[in-house]
């Protein structure tokens, strides 16, 4: 397994070019299960989830070519010849629950693996059972399976209210209602970006959607779905995750693609913690605007609230602030893993379930660590560039999970970062 070597080296300077968004690729690449022609997306990022869920359409019947280096993805679902999900592709990646809907709305049925735990949670399938349940699917559990048949063939337009706002039942309830007969109307729904970009590219196919981006999105079930030509939207979470890099180590940073509108939460709180952002002609740039950072307090919320998928970033961040910072995680249970890492480089933070009270540092040191999940590998990384001496990251296959090029993009604006092959 890789490790990657970060070195304190100073303040950074230069541009990062922002890929398009991991999230929105996972539940955009199976909407092409929905329709019988081609769906082609643009911008996509070169990751290994994407490489993943390119396995798992293929298993299914899909076609996928990627062209100009992984960037456009050309699919083609003319012929599903398998209705299952396997476990050996699910349990490397819980997104591939997002067959689920497309394939009982295309073909009323679906054999989906249950994705199984990670390292940040249970990440139960309930509300997306409830919410499939609600079109008129019967979904048993067996052997570790999702075994999802409809009745009649056709699912049945609904009015449902999930407990909880969850992305990935809100993308499956959404993309199963598309095909569905009659009109659904899903109330809580989650209303994150990658959900919005998601129905634009429904849209386009021909489904009927209204309400993107808010907590009710009412959809008129159709006969057919067509094909489409898509841009993946920017991601806010390699954005937010890059922001952080100047803010921690010095100096001014230009995130090209960079748009302040689908981070506002975040933007306040960088702006507290005293790092300014500003809007530029190319996208955002991000500087610190004193020597130290401020401590603040941080609350992870569904959108437009602060992303869960930034807390363990901003954390590193703190780790070194003029004062202590609470950060409380609500979305998920298991979502400090990245503490007790930061801890062996000398940051002081005290974790008490859902809480992390972090009292800053003058600086810390680096130290080798070890990466649990996606987001606290790449906080480990940040705290490497501002701390004494070299950080060794082991186990980055997480990281290629989410960030492509990341050696390469920080790299460029002068941070000392390499990796390294595994013994
Ligand atoms: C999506 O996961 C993202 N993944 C996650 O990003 C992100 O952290 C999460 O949304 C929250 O924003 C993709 O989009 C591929 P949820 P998802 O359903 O859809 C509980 C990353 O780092 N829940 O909104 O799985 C669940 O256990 C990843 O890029 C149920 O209880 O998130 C969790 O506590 C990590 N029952 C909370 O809801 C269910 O049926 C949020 O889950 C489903 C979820």
Known sequence: MDSILVTGNGPLNGHIPIAG??????????????????????????????????????????????????????????????????????????????????????????????????????????????????????????????????????????????????????????????LAKGTSVLKNAAREPEIV???????????????????????????????ATHPVVVDRIELGTYMLAPAIAGGEVELLGGRIDLIESFVEKLDAAGVDVRETANGIATKRRADHIKAVDVTTEVFPGFPTDLQAQMMAMLCTA????????????????????????GAQI????????????????????????????????????AAEGETRVNRVYHLDRGYELLVEKLSGVGAKVERVPGV
């Open 197 to 227: 970009d998601l129905i634009h590219c429904l849209q386009k196919m021909g489904a009927k959607i209204d309400g993107a981006g808010t907590s009710t999105i009412t959809i008129e079930g159709v006969d057919r779905l067509g094909g």
């Open 21 to 178: 968004a991991k999230n929105a690729c996972l539940t955009l690449m199976p909407a092409t299960l929905l329709s019988d022609e081609p769906l082609t997306l643009t911008n996509a990022p070169r990751l290994s989830d994407i490489k993943t869920m390119t396995q798992l359409l293929e298993s299914l019947g899909t076609e996928v070519q990627a062209m100009a280096d992984g960037q456009v993805l050309a699919l083609s679902s003319h012929e599903l010849t398998n209705l299952r999900a396997d476990y050996d592709i699910v349990r490397k990646m819980r997104a591939s629950n997002l067959v689920l809907g497309p394939l009982l709305a295309r073909a009323g049925e679906a054999v989906v693996s249950l994705p199984g735990g990670c390292a940040i949670g249970a990440r139960p399938m309930d509300l997306h059972i409830g919410a499939l349940e609600a079109l008129g699917a019967d979904i048993d559990l067996r052997d570790g399976y999702l075994h999802a048949k409809v009745s009649g063939g056709r699912l049945t337009g609904a009015v449902h209210e999930m407990r909880f706002a969850s992305v990935g039942a809100t993308e499956n309830f959404v993309m199963a209602a598309t």
């Open 350 to 385: 005290d974790v008490q379930g859902g809480t992390a009270k972090v009292t800053g540092v003058e600086r810390m040191k680096g130290a080798p660590v070890m990466a649990t999940d996606l987001r606290a590998s790449v906080s480990l990384i940040l705290a490497g560039l």
């Open 322 to 345: 003029d004062g202590i910072s609470n950060l409380e995680e609500t979305i998920f249970e298991n979502r400090f893993m990245h503490a007790p890492e930061l801890m062996r480089m």
